[in-house]
């Protein structure tokens, strides 16, 4: 069963009995909450018995390790998984890493305001798609083509619809296999299994690198090439830094910090369901068992947003970046019900983004709060207009228009009232805001500024 990048870490983590924090997703249900102690013994996370085995692979290359063992393999290979996310040597241009679309200042999404990276051996190449953050990703389940929610919270005979798994489209499930895209890709890192390899021997981390995965690990450039993804998954695991919830928003769930009149008007229009009803796809509440919210259901959802015409692709007006139904992802071509459809992201962090949508269209959360407001009471002002005609929905061709959600705010017509004013849309700008990590909490036990996390503060840069 695959699940988000969170899973394995969890069970690697339950089998050395630590008592941690643990963000899980087990199986694609949350196991254990943030912010909750856990005592993870094997029992306590369910399916970890048969899980054992595996997780133990995973975590090493020797099988019949014990406990410390596989802890210590795991602290290897997340040191290890960030080295190699700071390292531009395994690209082909030698100028590209993780690093350089996913910024650890920004939440790990891109430091600039391009729609869309440079890459490539040249690094003058360019995708299709925005750089997403890489945080708040451990909850994502796995791709499901109709989802039934299992935990408590959701009724299990209610069909969520296309759900989950990693990229805008849902394409991959695990860090390790959406590690190969990049560095594969010709427009992004350009490399080879070959060449990522030669980097690795030649790297000041090799010995190591050796240590972590075998005496042999060199032998196979296949064999380093699957051991550099597993390392990067396991450093995208790595709570302090990728899911820490420290932000005012979290503070104030925990009654430890007040928002201001504007944030909590924000929240109030975010979440009313004839305003935005922004929260029925970015869920904004603690689940019954008192896991924070991840601001998204992982729905994979069409909105129509516009057509980015800056992008090259898009100089080929025959070109149309469907999401679901292709083509970057291509096990869902020709199914119609796919296409148009992207996976609702998570607004942890947004306000560190400069760039939103898929197609990185909007620069400003002003600009993305307006779009959704005004998008079907005044579309002239988000669409091309040619004499005189809007030409809604112009990056989806009309056949597809049946897949477009028409729930608040999206169930509105020319004349109407938007359903949020100028007012409304400033003071939910300024409740996302509020879901920047790192917020400091004000006179904290313990005397000063005390950080909100149940993980403490953390800094990750390139050393
Ligand atoms: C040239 C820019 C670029 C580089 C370099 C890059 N990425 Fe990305 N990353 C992207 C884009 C664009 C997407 C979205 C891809 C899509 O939807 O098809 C993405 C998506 C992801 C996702 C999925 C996020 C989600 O919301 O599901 C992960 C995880 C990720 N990248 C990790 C990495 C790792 C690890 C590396 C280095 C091996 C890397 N990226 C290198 C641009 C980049
Ligand atoms: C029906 C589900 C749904 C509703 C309702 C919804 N969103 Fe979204 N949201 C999405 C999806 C899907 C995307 C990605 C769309 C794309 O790029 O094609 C998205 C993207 C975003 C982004 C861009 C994030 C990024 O990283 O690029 C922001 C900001 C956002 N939504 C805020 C809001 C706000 C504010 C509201 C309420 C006014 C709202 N959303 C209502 C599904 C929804």
Redesign the pocket.
């Known amino acids: 069963m695959g699940k988000g ?1 969170g899973g394995a870490l969890a069970i690697t983590f339950a089998l050395v009995g630590v008592t941690l924090s643990l963000a899980a997703c087990d199986a694609g249900t949350p196991a254990a909450s943030p912010g909750v102690k856990v005592e993870a013994g094997a029992a306590a996370v369910p399916g970890a018995a048969s899980a054992v085995p595996v997780a133990a692979q995973n975590a090493a290359h020797d099988a019949g390790q014990t406990r410390a063992q596989v802890y210590k393999s795991v602290q290897q290979m997340t040191a290890l998984g960030k080295q ?2 700071f390292d531009a040597s ?2 082909g241009s030698g100028k ?7 910024s650890p200042d920004h939440a ?1 999404s ?1 430091g600039n305001a391009l729609s ?4 490539g051996n040249d690094m003058h190449r360019t ?8 945080k708040y ?1 451990q909850s ?1 389940p796995a791709f499901a083509e109709h989802y039934h929610e299992s935990d408590d919270e959701g009724d299990e005979s209610v069909d969520a619809g296309p759900t989950g ?8 499930d695990r ?1 390790r296999d ?6 594969l ?1 010709s ?3 350009g490399s080879t299994p070959a060449k990522v390899s030669a980097a690795v021997k030649a790297a000041p981390y090799a010995e190591a690198f050796r240590e972590a995965f075998g005496e042999h690990i060199f032998d196979n450039d296949d064999a380093t090439f699957n051991a ?2 597993q390392a ?2 396991t ?2 695991q790595t709570p302090e830094l990728f899911y820490p919830y420290t932000s005012k928003y979290d503070a104030y769930l925990a009654g430890k910090a007040q928002l201001t009149k504007a944030e909590l008007h924000g929240l109030q229009v975010f979440t009313d369901e004839q305003k935005g009803n922004c929260a029925s796809c970015h869920i904004s509440q603690r689940t019954k068992d008192g896991a924070p919210p991840q601001f998204s259901d992982f729905g994979l959802i069409a909105i129509g947003v516009p057509r980015n015409r800056a992008l090259t692709v898009n100089h080929d007006p025959h070109f149309y970046d469907l999401g679901a139904c292709g083509p ?2 291509t096990d869902l071509g020709g199914r119609a019900e796919f296409c148009g459809i ?2 609702t ?2 607004l942890r962090n947004v306000a560190l983004k400069k760039s939103f949508f ?1 197609n990185g269209i909007y620069h400003s959360l002003d600009q993305v709060v307006r779009f959704y407001a005004q998008r079907d009471t005044n579309p002239e002002k988000f669409y091309p207009v040619s004499k005189g005609k809007v030409r809604k929905f112009d990056d989806l061709p009309p056949r597809y228009w049946v897949n477009l959600n028409t729930d608040p705010p999206f169930d509105r017509k020319p004349g109407d009232k938007p359903s949020l004013d100028e007012a409304e849309i400033e003071d939910v700008v300024a409740f996302l805001k509020t879901l920047t990590d790192g917020y400091k909490v004000e006179g904290a036990a313990g005397g000063g500024a005390a950080n909100v996390a149940v993980n403490g503060a953390a800094k990750v840069g390139a050393d």
């Not at 959406?178 to 560095?183: F, H």
Request: hydrophobic share 50%; net charge neutral.
């Open positions: 990048i190699l996310f395994l690209s590209l890493a993780c690093a350089s679309c996913h790990f891109p869309v990276q440079l890459g995708g299709m798609r925005a750089a997403p953050t890489l990703l994502v798994g990693l990229t805008w489209d849902g394409r991959v860090g959406q590690a190969r895209i990049p560095l890709s427009f992004e890192m550099v993804l990067l998954e450093f995208e970057e992802r992207f996976r992201p998570t898929h």
